[in-house]
């Protein structure tokens, strides 16, 4: 796995809405995480927006269109949208263990 691939294994749980500038909830430009064993993978459709990890502020990554970013369980992070984009943000998580029969 590198950092712009998923861990093995996850399923698609949800996708969101499609967000731009004028949709985008506010608690994404905001310092947040995804919980504990779900994974997110931002992928913008349009446009260009800016995703930082708080860890590392001082490294935005710049993420055009037909570009993705992989975002950890609980690792913080925000957007900033300085010009018009959109978006959408997948969950994926591992699946569920089925009881054997």
Sequence with gaps: MTDDELP??????RTTAVFDQHTVPPGLLAAHRVAEGLW???????GELTFVFEGEA??????????HVII?????????????????????RLPAERPSV
Excluded: I, K, Q
């Design 40 to 46: 997110g993978r931002l992928v913008v459709h349009s």
């Design 58 to 67: 001082d490294e935005p990554r710049r993420v055009g269109a037909g570009e």
């Design 72 to 92: 950890p369980p609980s690792r913080p992070h925000h957007l900033e949208l300085t010009e018009p984009a959109t978006f959408v943000v997948e969950f994926h």
């Design 8 to 13: 093995a294994g996850l399923e698609l749980t």
